[in-house]
């Protein structure tokens, strides 16, 4: 996955684009806060039935 500054970066552009094929997340099940990184992976992992490597790579193919 790119590294955190980078991935703050680009993020309201990943958010729209993992909304739009996913349709089940929610902007709250997005929110990227400082040191809530782990929180959102586990709330993507449940949403979407994926395992944490699974979503890495997701996002990193946006």
Do not use: V
């Not at 958010?15 to 349709?23: D, N, R």
């Not at 089940?24 to 709330?43: F, N, S, Y």
């Not at 944490?52 to 946006?62: D, Y």
């Amino acid at each position: 996955m790119a590294n955190l500054t980078e991935l703050k970066g680009n993020w309201n552009e990943i958010k729209g684009k993992l909304k739009q094929q996913f349709a089940i997340l929610t902007d709250d099940d997005l929110l990227l806060a400082d040191g809530k990184q782990d929180e959102l992976m586990g709330r993507l992992q449940q949403k979407l039935g994926k395992t944490k490597e699974e979503i890495q790579t997701l996002i990193s193919g946006l």
